[in-house]
């Protein structure tokens, strides 16, 4: 199991299926000419206000798709992982994992257009962490590969037996 590049692809995409749960993907700024700077960062935890006068920053709950699209995906990949008996499920399955991976993104987008009517005027910044779903679906790519072809070597060794 471990001995298969594709269970190391998977092992990847779960460690920063992760870490994108905590990390802030976007960045939210009122535009300069309001009487406030306000600063928010958006994570699959929820909204974050960072300039605000209290200790404790204000989070806003409620943004459960994207908490839900962030978690499905290192859960999906472990449990590819224990797969591998099963390759073509587990391809299927990582094509599933794939489309999550850009699914993501339309989260993403509609957080974006849903903050931009909330605030009036307000400017986003994507951060650098956004990028890690689409480094889980290049991965996830990879491994579908490798998966259809451990099984094509599997039924070639059927046919000469």
Not at 89 to 97: D, K, T
Not at 98 to 113: D, H, M, N, S
Not at 128 to 141: E, G
Request: with cysteine; hydrophobic share 60%; charged share 15%.
């Amino acid at each position: 199991m471990i001995q298969r590049i594709q269970t190391l692809y998977l092992l990847v995409i779960a460690a920063f299926g992760i870490a994108l749960i905590w990390l802030p993907v976007i960045e939210f700024v009122t535009p300069e000419e309001a009487e406030t700077l306000r600063i928010w960062e958006l994570s699959a935890t929820g909204l974050t206000e960072i300039t605000t006068t209290e200790m404790e920053p204000v989070v806003l709950h409620g943004l459960w798709g994207l908490l839900v699209t962030t978690a499905l995906i290192p859960i999906l990949a472990i449990a590819d992982i224990f797969l591998y008996k099963k390759r073509i499920l587990q391809a299927r399955l990582n094509i599933f994992l794939a489309l999550l991976c850009l699914g993501y993104y339309g989260v993403i987008a509609i957080y974006i257009w849903l903050m931009k009517m909330s605030v009036e005027g307000v400017e986003w910044m994507l951060d650098i962490w956004v990028a890690i779903p689409l480094i889980n679906f290049i991965l996830t790519l990879m491994a579908t590969r490798r998966i259809l072809k451990d099984e094509a070597l599997v039924r070639a060794a059927d046919r000469i037996r």
